[in-house]
Structure formats: C-alpha cells, structure tokens
C-alpha cells in the first residue's frame, strides 16, 4: 500500500467516525479522573442517605428513650462488652436514648440543605459582581474595592455576631429551625462570595475583548444581551468548580456554627451539633466523635475531588484540543 493510499485510508476512517458532543467529551476526560469518580459516587450515595435514609430507618432522631441510652455501635460485640451493644441501634445511642443513625440521616438533612442553598446564594453574588465588574468599567473598581474589603474582614467573628443579632427575629417571623436556616443560608452565602466573583471578573475581562464580543457591540446589542448571550456561558466552567468549592466551604461553616452552639437549636441534629454534642464523653464513647467527622471529612473531600476532576473535563487544553 502506498503512502497516498494509506493517508486517503485514514482519512476516511477520521471522516467516517461518530462525531462527539461536548458534553461526551467532558463526561470521558471527568471518568478519567479516579478521584472525581469516587467522589461523586459516595456524594450520590450520602445524598441519597439522607433522602432516603427515613424512610427505610423510621426510628425519630429525637425520640427518648432513658433505658436505651449509652448502648455502643454493633461493631462494639465484636471487641467489647456485648451487654453494651444495642442491637436495635446499629450505631448506638447518645446520653439521651436517641438513636444515632436516625440523627446521622436528620443531620445529614439538614447539613446538606444548608450547603447547597448556601452555595447557590454565593454562586448567585459571586457571579452578579464578577460580570458586573468585569463588563462595565465604571463599576469594576468599587465592585473589587468593596470585595477586597469583604475578603479583608475576619469571618467567623463576623458570622457569630449576625447569628446573635438576628436568630430572635427570624424565629419569631419564621419559627425557631425554619429562621435559623434563613439565617444560616444568608449569612454562609453573603460571606463566601469572593472568590467566585474574583474569578469570574477575570475571565469576563479577557473575554469581552474577543472577536465574538465586539462583533455583537459592533451591530448594537444592548449590554444585557451581550452577558446572557454570549458571557455567561463561556464562564459556566470556572462557576461550576467554583460551586463545588462552595459547597465544601459551606458544608465546613455550618457545622462550625452548630459545633459553636450558634447554630440550630440544641434538640435539632446536624453534624457539626452531633459533634459538639460528643466532644464532652470523647474518652469514653469516641464513635460518637468518629462517625459525624467522619461523614463531614468524607462529604467535603468527595466534593473537592469532583471539583478537580470538573475543573480538569471543563479545560479544551486538558481534553487535547
């Protein structure tokens, strides 16, 4: 076979492939990432733990019960006193009788709410600035002036303080749990903007310079068009890894609140109270330490990984374009 025939070949092997979308290719540049595959396995799979989790597991997270307190997980038979272990709590109780599990699901529930509407509320600030700033030049230098001075300021006392001045107010408008995760939701996400907005300036200003942009300004489209259009989304891949980054953060503040006590209230579980509860008997029950840290390092971890593998899939230059 000649090199002309063996090149006509080829071609026609390229010519006659199966095009691709986009979407296929990011799907098999993010498969080839093992660590966001298994990150996002085990966020589907706590995702539909705390969906599901009631109801298969229909105990009350804060239903008492005195003569069933202190029983250990059922791992415990296998290297402790079997006396202690509550068969029927396959992680145990608390000091109060209430079953572990059915507080893991309830917490979970509640952790995870919290995370995602905390982390589209920032998404939804972050990215308002960023275009904002980055389209319109007039208004790019007080945007990042004032976000400088949001990065500046130190957030937990800020977060502490807001909770103090504005959980009363919003129980009584809402409710007690409802209020607080208004409360919650709103300050986690008017705090952890940032760095989305940092970002999406960024890639705003080099694309607003490029032929596309200026030919739309050229034939008078209106400047809204022009950010919905032909913006937004050529910026949807650094919001979506910057949206998995908010989740982590979020999930992380909210349980810091809760392991502060300024969270929900005291009889109402999330992982961060869960742990705060069992830091006082750690020398004696450490699973109940072990288990809702565990489930907050895990969820944050597979997060972050599913970050890097978006953040990978979402690149032309990692896909070999």
Do not use: C
């Amino acid at each position: 076979m000649t090199d002309t025939s063996r090149n006509n070949s080829l071609s026609e092997v390229v010519l006659t492939a199966p095009p691709t979308s986009q979407i296929q290719d990011i799907w098999r540049q993010f498969k080839q990432h093992k660590g966001a595959v298994m990150g996002g396995g085990f966020l589907l799979f706590i995702t539909l733990f705390v969906l599901i989790g009631p109801a298969i597991w229909t105990l009350e997270a804060t239903k008492l019960d005195i003569r069933a307190k202190d029983m250990r997980p059922i791992i415990w038979g296998l290297f402790g006193d079997e006396a202690k272990v509550g068969w029927n709590h396959p992680l145990g109780t608390d000091q109060l009788g209430r079953d572990l599990l059915s507080q893991m699901i309830e917490g979970g529930r509640a952790s995870m709410a919290v995370g995602w509407a905390a982390m589209v509320l920032s998404l939804l600030l972050g990215t308002t600035v960023g275009v904002l700033s980055g389209f319109f030049k007039r208004l790019d230098f007080i945007l990042m002036r004032f976000t400088d001075l949001m990065l500046s300021l130190p957030l937990l006392p800020i977060l502490l303080v807001a909770v103090t001045l504005f959980r009363e107010k919003l129980s009584k408008a809402f409710g007690i749990e409802t209020g607080m995760f208004i409360l919650i939701v709103s300050v986690v996400g008017i705090t952890s903007w940032m760095q989305t907005a940092r970002i999406v300036r960024a890639d705003v200003l080099a694309l607003k310079e490029r032929e596309f942009v200026l030919a739309a300004h050229s034939i008078g489209t209106k400047p809204g068009n022009i950010i919905m259009r032909h913006l937004l989304p050529n910026v949807l891949s650094p919001i979506m890894v910057s949206a998995t980054l908010g989740l982590a953060v979020a999930i992380i503040t909210e349980s810091a609140l809760s392991f502060l006590g300024v969270g929900f209230p005291s009889d109402f579980p999330t992982w961060g109270k869960l742990l705060a509860d069992a830091v006082q008997r750690m020398d004696l029950y450490p699973e109940r330490v072990f288990l809702p840290g565990l489930l907050i390092s895990l969820t944050v971890l597979s997060v972050n990984y599913i970050g890097d593998g978006l953040r990978d899939a979402l690149d032309p230059r990692m896909r070999g374009r």
